[in-house]
């Protein structure tokens, strides 16, 4: 069964401290994405990876960097949080165009809805 | 670029009737794949119905099924019987042939009432 787990359900930070999340997947899919969902705007991608050590921004990247080391894990970075990255955070993996066979639907972890004070 | 239109950003249905969302988008490409997700309260984003859109026949999975008109450009879905637990926000999806990103709606919330 395809699971996608994200470190944390819930997280509260301070203005100005740098946040990791964590999203491990165990499917050995290649791609990865990081989203946030914010109520209105629906889900917004921030990067993704298609490959370990490769990334690519998505719509709204400011603020944030990305970390992958191994296949399986994909890392946020938040290097100075502020209050406007309340939100939630969503992670996703995928197979590779070419190795779906057509599937190129997307795995959800459960997300972590982080506050920032 | 692509784009994913849902202009239903809320509906309501009774339980056991059958309610239609609503989902256009916009793309040059031939060949694409579109889907539907459904995200319930404090739970995990699922996959609901995947078209390709080489295929004429509209897909179904048990209650959930869509209507696709590729001239319109238009991917609805239809749920009948609709359950209690189907309340959610659902997601229109988009993606084209390759290694690019999902296009996603800004999604519509249903609520089933008993």
């Known amino acids: 069964d395809v699971k996608v787990t994200q470190s944390s359900r819930y997280l509260v930070k301070r203005t100005g401290e740098k946040v990791f999340l964590e999203c491990v997947q165990d499917m050995d899919h290649e791609n990865m994405f990081w989203y946030r969902q914010d109520p209105g705007l629906g889900l917004r991608l921030i990067y993704f990876s298609y490959d370990v050590k490769m990334k690519e921004k998505g719509d709204i990247p400011e603020g944030y960097s990305v970390s992958r080391e191994k296949k399986e894990r994909f890392s946020l970075i938040l290097e100075s949080a502020s209050t406007n990255q309340t939100s939630m955070y969503l992670c996703a993996s995928s197979l590779r165009a070419g190795l779906a066979g057509g599937r190129y639907e997307q795995y959800f972890g459960p997300g972590t809805r982080l506050t920032v004070t | 670029a692509q784009t994913v239109t849902q202009s239903q950003p809320e509906m309501s249905v009774q339980e056991a009737e059958t309610v239609t969302l609503s989902c256009t988008y916009d793309?040059?490409?031939?060949?694409?794949?579109l889907f539907w997700y459904k995200q319930p309260p404090s739970r995990q984003m699922i996959l609901v119905i995947r078209q390709e859109a080489y295929k004429q026949q509209n897909a179904t999975e048990n209650r959930f099924s869509v209507n696709f008109q590729k001239a319109a450009k238009s991917f609805s879905l239809k749920i009948s019987d609709s359950q209690l637990g189907d309340t959610a926000m659902y997601f229109c999806?988009?993606?084209?042939?390759?290694?690019?990103?999902?296009?996603f709606g800004k999604g519509t919330r249903l609520s089933v009432i008993a």
């Open positions: 999806a988009f993606i084209y042939s390759g290694n690019t990103p999902l296009v």
């Open positions: 793309t040059s490409e031939n060949n694409y794949y």
